[in-house]
């Protein structure tokens, strides 16, 4: 089970910090990920990291300005954001990915919580 949780309202330019606990003791089998779906659209990807966070990518809208991270002592995985913009302003989910390989796709997770809405205000 994911629980995502760090959603808000934030300004733009400001800085928002999303967590998301798993369950379970196999968190370090899962590759992570956390994507987002605005009012209207499809859900996108937005960033991933490996098993053991040594790997990690991002979509081209958001680097340089998220950072995803993860604590395998904890089960968790964070989301870093940073210098917010309006367009940013979506539902935020994380997944989980069993698969040896990253990737960007939503059908190649595994497990889903239940997003966090993040607001930013111009």
């Known amino acids: 089970q994911l629980q995502a949780s760090g959603g808000g309202l934030v300004q733009a330019g400001g800085s928002l910090r999303l967590s998301c606990a798993v369950s379970?003791?196999?968190?370090?089998?899962?590759?992570m990920a956390w994507f987002r779906q605005a009012s209207g659209t499809e859900r996108e990807f937005v960033a991933v990291?490996?098993?053991?966070?040594?790997?990690?990518y991002y979509t081209s809208s958001v680097k340089g300005r998220f950072t995803i991270s993860r604590d395998n002592g904890k089960n968790t995985v964070h989301l870093q954001m940073n210098g917010l913009k309006p367009e940013d302003m979506a539902v935020y989910y994380c997944?989980?990915?069993?698969?040896?390989?990253?990737?960007?796709?939503?059908?190649?997770?595994?497990?889903w919580g239940q997003g966090t809405l993040v607001t930013v205000s111009s």
């Open positions: 379970g003791r196999t968190f370090n089998s899962y590759n």
């Open positions: 990291i490996s098993r053991s966070g040594n790997i990690t």
């Open positions: 997944a989980a990915d069993r698969s040896s390989a990253l990737t960007r796709l939503n059908s190649g997770y595994d497990y």
